[in-house]
């Protein structure tokens, strides 16, 4: 009495080819929109996240300016503008690697990604130097953190330590959950490079790129907004 | 039905497959549905037993059943582990999960391996709660305000703090999987206007998922950061302001009353239409009002700080915001009782329930617009009316609404019927339960008794009394439903492909369903609650007492 082998024929018929779709859609049109509607309200939860340490940072930066002002200023602008540079150009790079898995230029891509890769390797590390330069001056928070320096830099401005260890505070948040996300990034990079390389992605079937990119775009686009905020508060000479 | 019980069973997403891989492997959202009912009862009945120490204890005005200490981690533990790990996922993990994909005649979710992927976080998050709890627990109240939280609490509040963030994105998870659903699955013909109630409230929840939660879980890590590291973010000692961890927490923690909320005003619109056998009066007004509650429910939160030390100016901007709040929730009850006007009323379990929750959920959002009064509020703030008034929106709403739901789908879900009489009885019981628990603490806290201790001057001990005592026969009333619902998987009389007459896609398959849904996908062509269509169900059900 059991219909279901031929319930299951129905519903195999009603499944149109290609490995890449799941069964439970219809045709790849539909898998692809509902991965970048998908993909879209994930990052809108994102800006929520990040959103609650940029209104901490908002009120902070109000109210203890002075303290915000000098830790910004003891941030190291030359790397820190290399690092902004050397993300867009990982963002160039994968907006590039979409349109070669688009055409087809599978060989264009795997370049790309590996590319992508490097830049976000990079960023890591050049982010990692500084975080060692600011462990060295003391100012992580916590027990050992220290603002001596910043008070002797800059007799003209009252600076309250405790104050300072906030822009600190929101230094570390900001950029360490950003730095996490960009792990997390070049980790899905990975994969995407290793799929490429077998020849996985093409005009039929890039979703997986474009979305990994979209990912990746948003965690530039926070940079691109955390590098203004934390390190150009005042860099004109103090008077 | 003789012939049912004589043919063998059909194939369905139960008995497809068996053993513990097909379960904790599946991708089938009807069986995650499942996991997630055994999971939060698991946590219910938890959370549950803390609010009966709470109210041993208050039994009397002495504190002689626990310490002071051991009081504030019990009300601490209640709170977090029946809001995150019972409300928040009950209604849409369960039910949601169970029925969106067939109320708009998909297959599946659109993304069914994150859909188990926001079961396995719940479970991580719930294991690290439980040996939280039982590692010595939390006691800084489900709200973990700073710098107590931070800087003075000797518990384990890091512990908590990371359970509830990783249970926030198995809710985020959810949410995210339903509105991608609703967008992208829906059937050919079942356009927006035709989609059932239930799918627009649950769209509406999932928006507040997907806004409100991400700003818990960046709070929640403050507190952590601060907890670990002595940032001092949050401590006003060394120049933080805990008033910001406040706005962030309630940012979240007031739409998220609306999270638990909604999904019972959705299964609420399918219950009393389908036991009046009328369309939904003013369809559309029940369906934008569920989009107005997620809109103005992020308008509202610092009704919550209004004795905290906000100005009075935004004290009187925030408090006339939550007035209107009520419009969206008037205009629900408003039409479900128009609903009911001259409709031809049936009372079954599921609308016993329906009725409770009208009843109960207006009493709790008339008590919300005292509440929304600043000099009302100030008098009452942390006492007992809070207490009252919050738990008959989320005992006497949110949990009769997911009882009535779960009552109401359970044919559908187990292929089963529950008896009927046992189910009225459970449902009475609870609703006599209820209010005996919590009416007199209306009272109560109109007469000063303030929350969060666990002693009290002895003129308020009758009504402690009466209180204690409602809250064991509503545990009667609670335990009922999962033993009769465990009776009948196996005793329980066969159910049929609609035992009610219920209009939607969910009624026109088969009781369990095949585990894709529909043998043949079904194409739309009439409009929602289209019950002037649909004949009556068969006599058996409908008088069976």
């Known amino acids: 009495m059991s219909d279901s082998p031929a319930a299951l024929e129905r519903h195999d018929q009603h499944r149109p080819h290609g490995p890449e779709l799941l069964h439970h859609f219809s045709s790849a049109q539909q898998q692809r929109d509902a991965a970048s509607l998908g993909m879209w309200l994930f990052l809108g939860t994102e800006i929520m996240f990040f959103g609650g340490m940029f209104l901490a940072y908002l009120i902070y930066r109000l109210w203890y300016f002075n303290e915000f002002a000098a830790g910004s200023r003891s941030l190291d602008i030359t790397l820190g503008t290399v690092n902004t540079i050397v993300l867009i150009c990982s963002s160039l790079t994968v907006a590039l690697g979409v349109r070669a898995a688009q055409m087809g230029k599978r060989k264009l891509l795997v370049i790309l990604l590996l590319l992508t890769l490097i830049f976000g390797l990079a960023f890591l590390g050049i982010k990692g130097v500084e975080w060692y330069a600011k462990y060295k001056e003391h100012h992580i928070p916590g027990a050992s953190f220290d603002a001596g320096d910043l008070i002797r830099d800059y007799p003209q401005i009252h600076i309250d330590p405790a104050h300072a260890q906030i822009y600190f505070s929101l230094y570390f948040a900001m950029t360490g959950l950003h730095a996490l996300h960009m792990i997390i990034g070049v980790g899905l990079f990975t994969y995407l490079l290793y799929h490429s390389m077998k020849g996985r992605y093409g005009p039929e079937y890039y979703t997986p790129i474009e979305m990994g990119g979209l990912y990746w775009h948003f965690v530039d686009v926070v940079w691109i907004y955390l590098f203004p905020l934390l390190y150009l508060i005042d860099r004109k000479p103090l008077g | ?545």
């Open chain 2, 1 to 545: 039905m003789a012939t049912a019980v004589i043919t063998p069973e059909r194939e369905n997403y139960l008995n497809q497959e068996y053993g513990i891989k097909s379960w904790l492997l599946t991708v089938d959202h009807k069986r995650i549905a499942l996991l997630y009912l055994v999971s939060i009862t698991f946590f219910f009945f938890i959370g549950g037993f803390f609010a009966l120490l709470i109210r041993l204890e208050l039994l009397t005005p002495a504190g002689d059943l626990v310490q002071a200490d051991t009081y504030n981690k019990l009300f601490t533990m209640h709170g977090q582990v029946m809001i995150f790990f019972f409300l928040i996922p009950s209604i849409p993990a369960v039910l949601g999960n169970f029925l969106v994909p067939l109320m708009i005649g998909a297959k599946d979710l659109a993304f069914p391996r994150i859909n188990l992927l926001s079961w396995y976080l719940y479970i991580i998050a719930g294991v690290l709660m439980l040996h939280c709890i039982c590692t010595g627990g939390v006691d800084t109240g489900w709200t973990f305000y700073t710098p107590f939280s931070t800087a003075f609490s000797n518990t384990k509040v890091v512990e908590a703090g990371v359970a509830i963030f990783i249970a926030g994105f198995s809710s985020i998870l959810t949410g995210l999987n339903f509105v991608v659903t609703i967008h992208r699955m829906r059937a050919p013909g079942m356009t927006w206007s035709r989609l059932p109630l239930f799918i627009w409230a649950h769209y509406a929840t999932s928006i507040i998922q997907l806004l409100g939660t991400p700003v818990l879980a960046i709070t929640l890590l403050l507190v952590v950061f601060e907890r670990l590291f002595h940032l001092g973010i949050f401590d006003p000692t060394r120049g933080g302001d805990p008033l910001l961890f406040q706005h962030l927490f309630w940012f979240y923690s007031h739409p998220a009353v609306y999270i638990m909320i909604l999904p019972a005003m959705a299964v609420e619109s399918e219950v009393v239409a389908c036991f009046t056998r009328k369309r939904i009066f003013g369809y559309h007004f029940v369906a934008m009002s569920s989009i107005a509650i997620a809109v103005f429910g992020f308008l509202v939160w610092a009704h919550h700080m209004f004795v905290a030390g906000i100005s009075l100016y935004s004290a009187l901007i925030f408090s006339a915001l939550s007035y209107l709040v009520a419009v969206p929730s008037a205009i629900k009850v408003f039409n479900w009782t128009a609903t009911m006007y001259k409709g031809s009323i049936t009372f079954t379990t599921p609308m016993l329930y329906a009725f409770g929750f009208i009843g109960l959920f207006t009493m709790g959002g008339l008590t919300g617009l005292f509440l929304a009064a600043l000099g009302i509020d100030v008098h009452v703030t942390d006492t007992y009316f809070i207490i009252a008034h919050f738990h008959y929106i989320m005992v006497g709403g949110a949990v009769m609404g997911y009882l009535g739901g779960l009552h109401f789908w359970w044919p559908k879900i187990s292929g089963r019927m529950y008896p009927e009489w046992l189910g009225k009885f459970a449902a009475l019981i609870v609703f006599l339960g209820f209010n005996l628990t919590f009416f007199p603490q209306f009272i109560l806290g109109y007469m000063g008794m303030p929350r969060r201790y666990w002693q009290y001057p002895p003129e308020f001990q009758v009504l402690n009394v009466l209180s204690t005592a409602g809250s064991t026969i509503l545990a009667v009333g609670y335990v009922l439903p999962m033993v009769y619902f465990l009776w009948s998987m196996r005793y329980g009389k066969i159910a049929d492909d609609n035992p009610w007459g219920a209009a939607g896609l969910e009624w026109q398959t088969t009781s369990p369903p095949p585990t894709f849904n529909f043998d043949v996908p079904p194409v739309v062509t009439w409009e929602a609650y289209n019950y002037d269509q649909i004949p009556a169900p068969a006599e058996e059900v409908s008088v069976e007492r």
